[in-house]
């Protein structure tokens, strides 16, 4: 049997496996998020433990699993978030996550070093403070005395892993989501580093994602419930792993959308894929010699649920499903959001970019505002899916999965807004467990291959465009477009990060 742990944005999580990949059970364990003015997002990484402790021993309770039936563990991460450690692997301070974007200065300094162009070559991603080189640059500049005890930089999963085994290593590709990685040589960019004044050795090494990098460690293992010397695979980050569990592994098996606190449309492809308009990214593959082009927004599935917390605040877990209850009629004719709440990366890469009810009038309610929401989400990615079309990369059929994916409503939106067939895989918010599933079936040689991942999930639903919508939706979205340049100057006088 196999466990795989996702550690997502609002939590961790854990799946049991057979050894061929088939998802036996899964389990979620929930930790907080502090988000304040200022572009602060951070978590405890502590808290990652604790959730990883905690979901492995429900699982094997839950199933029945005796812990020695466990033969290999792997992991997902949330990607592009800073984990400083000091000598003896103990983090400084809390973890800066892909969310906090307070780094604006040191990213612009570093892009100005560069080379916008450049650097996009280089790494196959902008220059931003979503990623995690000027969020440690942030940390040098403004709490020198914190940064002095630093002596290791890592991601999430790389920080379970370091506890669970005592190996501190990344893999590609966690580390194509750094702006630190050469993703052409497959090494950390010495060049980039010079620019940043970040010395290399703060840097862990790279193993391949199937790598087995260590085994549990007597003393994890009484904390995490699971026997000593259970082989761990290092896993990959969150993106390349959900391509993995949706099915996606070449070009031939087309796009996917994750409809999860960030949001996004990807798929695989041979080479970087490089936007002259740079609105995209590439990440590299959990599959060797295999990259993820990738335009993904910050607050997608998170739009969805702040609007479900403002209009049901006592609303409990099932305030998302109540605020979709009976919108589908709603009438948002002449009304947009624009779903910036956490700055923006894929189309604009602007963190001053902020979230906005554009066209509210006295009639509109709690229903117009959340289909709004939903629509917005589908705009902005819209946007994106133009970016692939217009590089050559047809996007006429996509898989969907995260937790947004179990929304009939938002699946039909998807579809008129895009004009694409949207389907819904039968594995939604286990996708990426299920990659970091297949990765450590691979890696332990408990399979032959990644060609599993096909046979894991299947599609359960899928959702035509509406010719009539979807030319209304593509004349609405000129709107949404026109309302966001309109403003967009205003974005950039207000200093919202100051407030």
């Known amino acids: 049997m196999i466990i795989a742990h996702d550690l997502g944005t609002t939590g961790n999580k854990a799946s049991l496996h057979t050894d061929d990949g088939r998802l036996v059970t899964a389990v979620t364990v929930r930790y907080d998020t502090d988000f304040r003015a200022g572009g602060i997002a951070e978590q405890d990484p502590e808290s990652w433990w604790r959730a990883v402790c905690r979901a492995g021993r429900e699982l094997l309770t839950r199933s029945g699993t005796p812990p020695e039936r466990i033969g290999a563990i792997g992991f997902s991460g949330q990607m592009m978030g800073a984990v400083l ?65 630093v002596a290791h930089m890592c991601l999430a999963k ?122 995209t990214m590439t990440f590299n593959h959990v599959l060797p010699g295999h990259y993820v082009p990738t335009a993904t927004m910050q607050a997608g599935g998170a739009s969805l649920e702040w609007i479900a917390q403002v209009l049901r605040p006592e609303g409990g877990p099932e305030r998302i499903a109540r605020t979709l209850a009976d919108i589908e009629d709603a009438d948002t004719t002449g009304l947009y959001f624009l779903p910036h709440l956490l700055g923006e990366r894929s189309p604009y890469w602007n963190a001053d970019a902020r979230g906005a009810f554009v066209g509210l009038s006295r009639h509109h309610g709690p229903a117009h505002l959340a289909k709004a929401v939903l629509e917005g989400v589908a705009f902005n990615l819209a946007t994106c899916v133009g970016a692939f ?29 895009w004009g694409a067939r949207i389907r819904r895989r039968s ?28 046979e894991l999930s299947e599609v359960q639903a899928e959702f035509t465009p509406s010719a009539d919508r979807h030319r209304d939706y593509a004349a609405r979205h000129r709107e949404f477009l026109d309302a966001y340049r309109s403003l967009e100057p205003w974005f950039a006088n207000s200093h919202p990060l100051d407030n």
């Open 85 to 149: 450690l000091d000598s003896a692997h103990r983090p400084v301070r809390p973890a800066m996550i892909w969310a906090d974007h307070r780094s604006a200065e040191q990213a612009g300094t570093l892009a100005a070093e560069l080379g916008e162009e450049r650097a996009y070559r280089l790494l196959g991603h902008r220059i931003h403070p979503t990623y995690s080189l000027a969020k440690v640059m942030w940390v040098r500049d403004h709490e020198p005395r914190t940064f002095r005890r």
């Open 158 to 279: 790389d920080y379970v892993v370091q506890r669970l085994t005592g190996t501190l290593v990344t893999d590609p590709s966690d580390a194509s989501s750094t702006n630190a990685f050469d993703q052409r040589a497959g090494t950390w960019s010495r060049a980039v580093l010079d620019a940043a004044a970040i010395d290399p050795g703060l840097l862990p090494d790279i193993a391949e994602s199937t790598s087995v990098v260590g085994r549990v460690r007597a003393r994890a293992a009484e904390e995490a419930g699971v026997p000593a010397g259970v082989p761990v695979v290092i896993g990959g980050g969150d993106g390349p792993l959900a391509a993995l569990g949706a099915g996606v592994l070449t070009p031939e098996d087309g796009a996917y959308t994750y409809l999860g606190s960030s949001s996004w449309i990807s798929m695989s492809a041979r080479r970087p894929l490089y936007d002259p308009a740079r609105r």
């Open 427 to 454: 594995i939604v918010e286990e996708a990426n467990s299920l990659g970091a599933a297949v990765t450590a079936a691979v890696g332990s040689g408990l399979v032959d291959g990644f060609e599993v991942a096909r």
């Open 389 to 417: 079309r217009e590089a050559g990369h047809p996007v006429d059929r996509v898989d969907a999965i995260g937790g947004g994916a179990a929304s009939d409503l938002w699946l039909r939106v998807l579809a008129d807004v």
